[in-house]
């Protein structure tokens, strides 16, 4: 098989990182049904523990 005669550039390699990574989104969030605080979807609430209207983790209050 061929192989590359010159490496590439670090600034080549980087751009095209940099392109990359620009394009990448935020997750998705949206608002506990149980609090109303912002979470990831499909995963329980970190401020209250609840994930699809039951308690699946207990969160103690630090104040």
């Known amino acids: 098989m061929a192989n590359p005669r010159r490496r590439h550039s ?7 990182r940099a ?3 620009s394009r990448l989104d935020a ?4 608002a506990c049904p149980n609090c109303g605080e912002a979470k ?3 995963r ?7 994930y699809r ?3 699946v983790v207990d969160r103690k209050d630090a104040a």
């Open 44 to 50: 329980a609430c970190p401020s209250c523990g609840h």
């Open 27 to 30: 997750p998705a969030t949206m």
């Open 40 to 42: 990831l979807m499909h």
């Open 53 to 55: 209207g039951r308690k």
């Open 19 to 21: 392109n990359y990574y």
């Open 10 to 16: 670090k600034a080549r390699s980087r751009s095209r």
